[in-house]
Structures are given as structure tokens and as C-alpha cells.
């Protein structure tokens, strides 16, 4: 029965994913009300679009639905990790901008292979989030407004860097984006291994895979290393971290730095698949993958493999959402019901509470009497 | 209204938790103008009582009466309106507020859209003339002492016209003229009406004021006894189980060599232009307990966070083995011998979301017993951890997984000694290592410390507690004013000489 199973584990593991999974179905619920207000009669048919998302359309929606995920896997692994020391990493989305401009020059100027070209994406993405990092640590600077400021000086340096008045080495003056990847540098694309023809789609890569062993390792980096102890201390209780004898400057750097990184490799894992390119002039938004990276982490709770399943669920939505009847729907709706769901994350940790009280409500009928004298005493339980 | 005895009854109270009972079946009735004392060791659950009392959590079973009739507290509101009101132990004030914006706070008085504090202020004034609580309304909460902000706590009840009034061991804060001061207006209090429940393990203010007191053990209600008719050693036999001795068992101290040389250390505060600690020197030597004894808030922090690396030092010399650790890091420091207890357990002694195990290593994670290649053993963690709960007797609901948050306050405590002792250092710095615990406890950990000396180590204590300081140490310092002002040995001093040293009336070093 269930309490023959470890209690640590039921209440870490299982309520965190009812948790989870009840934001998403409010926010459906939500997105359903929200079809229905603007088209009644279509509404069930918009909502299941969105429900099936990649598998509307088979099989490229699945095609589409990886490819979107693998960056998004990074983006949150970016945000889940800094969580993990206590620090907000708002910067994904200025360091996936940089991680994007390693990859492309990389592969488009110096026609390098893809994993350099990955690589580089890495290095560049690390350094933007050392900055904030090293400002945070040593000059006790907020990480948020650094990362903020560096996400805008990121954006606005990288499409120069790229547009030089239209005269920059990687702009393709007929399409005003950066020049196709295929076309110049073949090398520079991330392998499909067949999953191009499988999915018939021209940007399902091995991406996925390499998102998926980043988070496997992140995960291991948290939960089973040195490394991973010390951070969580400094995130839990900085003091406390400070008297075991961690250099907790230093692990605010590290942190960031490694984020940054992860964000780096979600923009060439983008970019070196050829899902899109990078367009100078119309980039005057942040790229939305980098923002993206945060409700995916809130949604995971900082879990490192629960970030692949929350990035999945977003790409899915997001994907679905582009198939609405646009006669009907405007493909905007998917937007406002992944926020709604997203806004629901903020409630993850409500939700959570609920469930543990529901289980430990149930649980109490058949608990037997505890032997051992633990803190019950109501100061040390409550806060 | 009833014409009942009591003026509030809780009867066969009974509280679970996920995996233990906080109350079991547990009775508790207080007179109308008495001191009702409540006795218990840490996790005794005495305040899960209270706060079922308050509102803040809902009896399993079980039902409250006042004055003979049956009411539901839901919440602290339904509890204030029944004048049931309470002093935490760690005190619910605004620092950036005044006294008196803090005691009107939640209800205020209003003309029409503008605060009218005019009347507020003439009933405070009227209240701490009438109980002798000396405070003044207009000063910021941030910048009065600790005995000032309990006071202003209790006025908020009496602003509230409570007539029960809860204090949740009000003395663990306190120095010992602010307890006396204390023990005198609650004494007031009760000589003008009202009735108190007052929360403690400290055996002396039992037996100073109270009228009757109630003993909880694991939960259950042991009894109800008549200050009058029982003893100290009753009362402790009936909260620990079994008979306490409140005197220190030691042999005479071997002192041996030297191990800690501090000279002419000077640290800067944190909090003000002046030095916390100024131009002290001492030795510590093997086989022997030292302690600095001093008023709370005399420098006693910063020596220690200066010793052990967490402050800088801005000028003098700290030598530990015979090597200058002026400038070494808390690693270092931590590496070549010495540990600490800290002060202030949540704050520096655990990682309160992690869980027991994880605790247990905090000061050695890193060595090659826990770790390999970057990656922690976690069997071996366990085992370590297994081990340390075992021979500490360190409780908790869960064993090794256990989340510390979850663990009641003592131990807590007995946690960060077994990891500190455990790691057999050559120095222990132990500041305040039985604030806040029961005699049972406090016992347990001078014995610790006893041993640790015997075996040829080094002992640094620091107390605020006279019985501490008079009892356990060989030798005492007394600091004033981030000055080491006197050195005296327990065996020819007095407390009250002591005491003199202490409030900076005496000293003999220049």
C-alpha cells in the first residue's frame, strides 16, 4: 500500500506532479471559457486543436513540437538551476541572444562544424551570465536589474553586430534575415539522423536528445555531486552555507555562469537546426524562448527532468495553438492560454500544499502512533 | 456567562500531525487571576497547545470552555475576541514603527479617513502606569532593547483588553534584571485580574511565581500540581522522567597547553562606528573550559564570528596550534581543528530545508569519507548520520531524511553538537549551546562539553546564563563593552561579583 512506499518520496515526488498537472488543467479550463466567449460553436473544435497539439497534424506537428522543445529544455534548465541557488535568472533570454550569435558566427563566417559552432554558442551565452553573476557576488548588485539591462544591451549589440547597415557578413540582404544555414554551411547543421524524413519536417534534429542529456545532467550536477550540495545550501540558507566554510561568491558566479550557459546551447540548439533565422530588423523583441524559460521552470519546479516534460507540454500548446481555424480564433488564443497556465505556475507551490494536506488527510486515519518525540511542537513546524 | 471555576478550559485536547501526535488527550484549566505555568521539554508540544488556544492550528479532538461555555477559535481574531491574547517568543513588532503605532496597529482608531492616536496614546500611558511597564510610545521599535519590546507586546494585549494573557517562554531573550522586571509585572497583572498562561522549561520562574503548573511529556499531560506543595526536582522528575541533576559532575581541569592565542584583536561592528571587539587578548589551552561570560550584545558575537572566519579582523593576531589564522579562511579554520556551535542555530547552524543526513555532513561534505571524484557518497552519508542520531540520541520523525525545519528546537541543537563534536576538533567554540532548552537537554550537552575537555581538548563557551557560566567553565572572562574586563576563577567568585563585572561597575585588566 501506499505507506509501505518511502514517505520522502511520496510527498516530494507525486504531490509536485499533481501539482503541476493541476495548473494545467485549470488553465485549459480556462482556455476552453476563453474559446467559448469569443466562437461558441467552434470552440470544442478549437479546444481539442490545442489539446492534440503536434498530433493535429501528423506527423510534422511532432516534427515542430521537438524541434520548439529542445531550446525551451535549455531556457529552463537556465532558469531551474539559478533557482536552485537562489537566484533569479530573468537574463535567459539575453543570453540565449548571445548563445545565437556564437552559433551563427560561428557556422555562417568561420563555416565551422556544428558542435563547435555548439560550443561556441555555450561560451557566449556563460559569459552574459557571468556578468550579472560576478555583479551580484562581489558588488551585491540585484541579478534581476543586471540581467535585465544585459538582456537589452545583449539584443541591441547582437543585431548590429549581425545588420552592420546591412552590410554584416551573416545578413542576407533578399531575405533581411541571417542567411539559411543549409545553403552556406551545411557542416554547421546539427545532424537530423533521419528524423527529418520520419517526421517530414526540415528542422527535427538530434536537438532534442542533446536537451534531454543537458537536463539528465544538470539533474545529477544538483542532486549527486559536491557541487550540487553547495549550491542548494547557498539558495536554502546563504549564512548557514557561509559557516560550512562555501564560497558562496563564488557559487553565485558559477551558477550564473552555468546557466548562461545552458541558456547559450537552447539558442544553438535553435539556430543549428534551422528552425528559423535571425532577423536584425525585426528583432526588436526579446526572443520569446528566453521568457519562456522561466514559467517551464516554475511549472518543473526547478526539477531538472521535470523541465523536459513541462517544455514538452508548452512546445505542444504552443504548436496546437498555431492550428486554430483562423477564420474563427486568432492562433493568439494559444498564447493567452499557455499564459493562463503559466500565471497558474505562480500557484504551483499553493497547489502543493493542497495536495500534501489532502494526502496527509488521508493518510492520518491509518498512521499509526510515532514512537519518536519529533518537532510537532508549533514554532518549528509553521514557518 | 457561566459561574465556572475556571475561566478557560481545555479539555482532552488531542492534535495530530503527519506521523505524531503533538497532544495527546491533554487537559489544561486556568483560574481566573492566576499564573498557570506550562512545563515541558523541547517538542513536548506545549507550544502546539498554545497555538490550538490562539487559533493558529485546529484540535483533532477535543474542546475548549470558557468561563463554563463551549466556544470554536478558529483563528487569532475569534481568539482576541474572546480577550485571549499572546506574547511569541519571537516578538510580531514593525522595527520602523513607533511603540505606540505598533500597539494600535490592526485597531487603529479613525477620524473619519485620518488616524486620531490622541485617546490611544492617554490608554497606553494609563496602562504602563497602572502595570509599571516602563516604555516610551513614541520610540522606534528597532531602537529600543529587547526587555522594551517584550513590554510592548504585553501592552498590546492589555490595549486589547485581554484578560488571558499566553507568554511563550517570555525569558529565553531576556537579561537577568530584565526577567526580575518581568516577574514583577506579571505578578501585577495578576494581582489586578487577570489570568496568564505562561510557557517556560526554566524551573526557578516556576517556582518564583506561579500558582499551579502543568506538565506535558511527549504529548500527554503528566499533571497539575500546586506551586506550594512541590519541589525543583518534582517538577523536573515530572517533565524529563526521570531525576536531573542540576550541578555540573566534573573532575578538576589538566590544563595543558596552549591552543588558541587571540592578541590585541580588534573587529569592527557591523551595526555602529565603534569597535564591537577592542584590543583583546586571551589563551585558550587544552583540558580546560574557558568562558566568556557578558551581557547580551557586549561583543561577544563579533569575538567569536572573528575567530571562526566569519568577520574580518582589523588589526591583531589569532593563533590556533601555533600558526597565525589572522587571515585563513572558515574552511581553513574549520580544516586545521576547530568547530563551532553558533549562536544562532537557523541562521548558521542548518540548512533548515535539508534534511537531517544532509545537515550532518554541512561541515565535511567535502572530505574524501563523503565524496568521490565531485560526487557525494550518499551510503555513506547515511551511515555517518545513522551513527550520529544513534549516539546523540538526535530525534526526529523521519531518521536520517527527516527535514531539519521539521525537528523541534532541541534537537535541532543536539544535531549541530553531534557534527561539531564529531568531528573531534582541537578547539570547540560553543556560543549559547542550551539557549532555549530544557534541563534534560541542557544536562546532556554540559556532559558533552565536560567530556570534550577531559579528553585534552580545548573548550571555548559563551553564555549569557550566570549558572552556565558559574557551573561548567574553569576558568571565566568577562567582557563589557567589547572589553575583556576580568578573568576569574569560578571556584572564588559569586555571582553577585560576577554580576558586577558584568554590568561594568568592576575590572581588573587594564
Redesign the interface.
Same mark, same amino acid.
Given at each position: 500500500m501506499k505507506n509501505k512506499k518511502? +514517505?520522502?518520496n511520496f510527498s516530494s515526488g507525486v504531490t509536485s506532479v499533481a501539482a503541476s498537472l493541476i495548473c494545467i488543467i485549470i488553465g485549459l479550463l480556462v482556455g476552453l471559457v476563453i474559446l467559448y466567449g469569443i466562437n461558441s460553436e467552434n470552440a470544442l473544435d478549437g479546444f481539442s486543436r490545442i489539446i492534440k497539439g503536434g498530433f493535429y497534424l501528423m506527423p510534422k506537428g511532432i516534427g515542430t513540437v521537438l524541434s520548439q522543445t529542445a531550446p525551451l529544455i535549455m531556457t529552463g534548465l537556465s532558469v531551474a538551476f539559478a533557482f536552485k541557488t537562489g537566484l533569479f535568472n530573468i537574463g535567459a533570454a539575453g543570453q540565449y541572444t548571445l548563445g545565437a550569435l556564437g552559433a551563427l558566427y560561428f557556422a555562417l563566417v568561420l563555416h565551422m562544424p556544428w558542435y563547435v559552432c555548439l560550443l561556441a554558442a555555450m561560451l557566449f551565452g556563460a559569459v552574459w551570465g557571468a556578468i550579472p553573476g560576478i555583479f551580484k557576488a562581489y558588488f551585491n548588485v540585484n541579478e534581476v536589474i543586471t540581467a535585465i539591462m544585459f538582456n537589452w544591451i545583449g539584443l541591441y549589440a547582437v543585431n548590429e553586430i549581425i545588420y552592420r547597415g546591412a552590410l554584416g557578413n551573416m545578413y542576407d540582404l533578399k531575405t533581411t534575415k541571417t542567411y539559411s544555414l543549409r545553403n552556406v554551411s551545411p557542416q554547421s547543421v546539427i545532424p537530423d539522423l533521419g528524423m527529418n524524413q520520419l517526421f517530414k519536417t526540415k528542422s527535427t534534429t538530434i536537438a532534442i536528445f542533446i536537451a534531454i542529456a543537458a537536463a539528465i545532467i544538470i539533474y545529477i550536477i544538483i542532486n549527486?555531486?559536491?557541487?550540487g550540495?553547495e549550491l542548494?545550501?547557498c539558495g536554502? /540558507?546563504k549564512?548557514? #552555507? +557561509?559557516?560550512? $566554510?562555501?564560497?558562496e561568491k563564488r557559487n553565485i558566479v558559477l551558477s550564473m555562469t552555468i546557466a548562461g550557459a545552458l541558456s547559450g546551447i537552447g539558442a544553438g540548439l535553435y539556430y543549428l537546426s534551422g528552425v528559423a533565422e535571425w532577423n536584425p530588423q525585426v528583432s526588436t523583441a526579446l526572443p520569446a524562448m528566453g521568457f519562456n524559460g522561466i514559467p517551464v521552470a516554475l511549472l518543473a519546479l526547478s526539477n531538472p527532468i521535470g523541465v523536459i516534460f513541462a517544455a514538452l507540454f508548452v512546445s505542444h500548446i504552443t504548436v496546437g495553438g498555431g492550428y486554430l481555424p483562423t477564420k474563427y480564433f486568432q492562433p493568439e488564443i494559444a498564447d493567452v492560454i499557455i499564459a493562463v497556465i503559466i500565471y497558474l505556475c505562480a500557484f504551483v507551490m499553493l497547489f502543493k500544499g493542497v495536495v500534501i494536506n489532502a494526502v496527509?488527510g488521508r *493518510? *492520518?486515519k491509518k498512521?499509526e /502512533?510515532?514512537p519518536?518525540?519529533? $518537532?510537532?511542537? $508549533?514554532?518549528?513546524?509553521? #514557518? | 456567562m457561566g459561574n465556572s471555576e475556571y475561566i478557560i478550559e481545555m479539555l482532552n485536547i488531542t492534535?495530530?500531525?503527519?506521523?505524531?501526535?503533538?497532544n495527546d488527550n491533554v487537559t489544561l484549566q486556568l483560574k481566573k487571576g492566576e499564573i498557570h505555568a506550562l512545563l515541558g521539554e523541547?517538542?513536548?508540544?506545549?507550544?502546539?497547545l498554545?497555538?490550538i488556544l490562539f487559533g493558529?492550528?485546529q484540535p483533532t479532538s477535543g474542546m475548549i470552555k470558557k468561563n463554563g461555555k463551549e466556544v470554536k477559535i478558529n483563528n487569532p481574531n475569534d481568539a482576541n475576541a474572546l480577550n485571549i491574547g499572546m506574547v @511569541?517568543? @519571537?516578538f510580531k513588532l514593525v522595527e520602523c514603527f513607533s511603540v505606540l503605532d505598533n500597539i494600535i496597529l490592526g485597531i487603529e482608531p479613525t477620524k473619519g479617513l485620518f488616524l486620531s492616536k490622541k485617546g490611544a496614546r492617554e490608554k497606553v500611558t494609563a496602562l504602563s502606569d497602572k502595570y509599571g511597564l516602563k516604555v516610551n510610545p513614541d520610540a522606534l521599535v528597532s531602537d529600543i532593547t529587547v526587555g522594551m519590546q517584550q513590554r510592548t507586546e504585553i501592552l498590546k494585549m492589555l490595549y486589547r483588553d485581554n484578560e488571558i494573557l499566553i507568554f511563550?517562554e517570555p525569558t529565553a531573550v531576556l537579561t537577568p534584571q530584565e526577567i526580575d522586571e518581568l516577574m514583577k509585572i506579571m505578578k501585577n497583572l495578576a494581582n489586578e485580574g487577570k489570568s496568564i498562561l505562561f510557557i517556560t522549561h526554566k524551573l526557578n520562574e516556576i517556582m518564583a511565581i506561579s500558582d499551579r503548573c502543568t506538565i506535558l511529556r511527549?504529548?500527554k499531560c503528566i499533571g497539575t500540581v500546586n506551586i506550594k506543595d512541590t519541589t525543583k526536582e518534582e517538577l523536573s522528575r515530572m517533565m524529563v522522567g526521570r531525576n536531573v541533576s542540576f550541578k555540573v559532575d566534573k573532575k578538576p581541569a589538566n590544563v595543558k597547553e596552549t591552543v588558541l592565542k587571540v592578541e590585541n584583536m580588534t573587529v569592527p561592528s557591523k551595526v555602529h562606528k565603534n569597535n564591537a571587539v577592542k584590543n583583546v587578548s586571551f589563551e585558550v589551552h587544552r583540558g580546560e573550559i574557558v568562558c566568556i561570560a557578558g551581557i547580551d550584545g557586549n561583543g561577544q558575537t563579533e569575538l567569536v564570528h572573528a575567530l571562526?572566519g566569519?568577520e574580518k579582523i582589523s588589526s591583531g593576531t589569532v593563533w590556533f596550534d601555533g600558526a597565525d589564522i589572522s587571515k585563513a %579562511?572558515?574552511?581553513?579554520r %574549520?580544516k586545521s581543528g576547530m568547530s @563551532?556551535i553558533?549562536e544562532d542555530r537557523h541562521?548558521?547552524?542548518?540548512?533548515?530545508?535539508?534534511?537531517l543526513e544532509?545537515n550532518m555532513v554541512?561541515?565535511r561534505?567535502?572530505e574524501s569519507d563523503f565524496?568521490k571524484a565531485?560526487?557525494?557518497k550518499?551510503g555513506a552519508v547515511r551511515e555517518y548520520a545513522e551513527r550520529l542520531i544513534e549516539q546523540y540520541d538526535v530525534? %526526529?520523525?523521519?531518521g536520517p531524511?527527516?527535514i531539519a525545519?521539521?525537528?523541534?528546537?532541541g534537537?535541532?541543537q543536539k544535531a549541530i553538537i553531534a557534527r561539531e563534536i564529531d568531528k573531534n576538533p582541537d578547539l570547540l567554540v560553543a556560543v549559547q549551546p542550551t539557549r532555549g532548552l530544557d534541563v534534560g537537554a541542557i544536562e546532556y550537552i554540559h556532559k558533552q562539553l565536560v567530556a570534550q575537555r577531559d579528553k585534552g581538548k580545548a573548550v571555548l563557551l559563551v553564555s549569557l546564563e550566570l549558572d552556565e557560566v558559574m557551573d561548567v567553565s574553569d576558568r571565566i572572562l568577562v567582557m563589557y563593552e567589547g572589553e575583556l574586563v576580568g578573568e576569574l576563577d569560578p571556584e572564588k567568585t559569586t555571582v553577585e561579583e560576577l554580576g558586577l563585572y558584568m554590568a561594568g561597575a568592576k575590572r581588573t585588566t587594564a
Open positions: 518511502s +514517505r520522502l549527486k555531486t559536491t557541487f550540495y542548494k545550501a536554502h /540558507n549564512e548557514a #552555507a +557561509r559557516y560550512a $566554510g562555501i564560497n496527509s *493518510k *492520518k498512521a /502512533n510515532d519518536t518525540d519529533n $518537532g510537532a511542537d $508549533g514554532k518549528e513546524a509553521d #514557518a | 492534535k495530530e500531525f503527519p506521523g505524531i501526535k503533538a523541547n517538542g513536548a508540544g506545549k507550544s502546539t498554545m497555538s493558529l492550528y @511569541h517568543q @519571537h511563550d511527549k504529548g571562526t566569519l %579562511s572558515i574552511r581553513e %574549520s @563551532h553558533p541562521k548558521h547552524g542548518l540548512v533548515l530545508d535539508y534534511t544532509q554541512l561541515q561534505y567535502w565524496q565531485g560526487f557525494i550518499q530525534r %526526529s520523525g523521519q531524511v527527516t525545519r521539521s525537528m523541534s528546537g534537537n535541532q
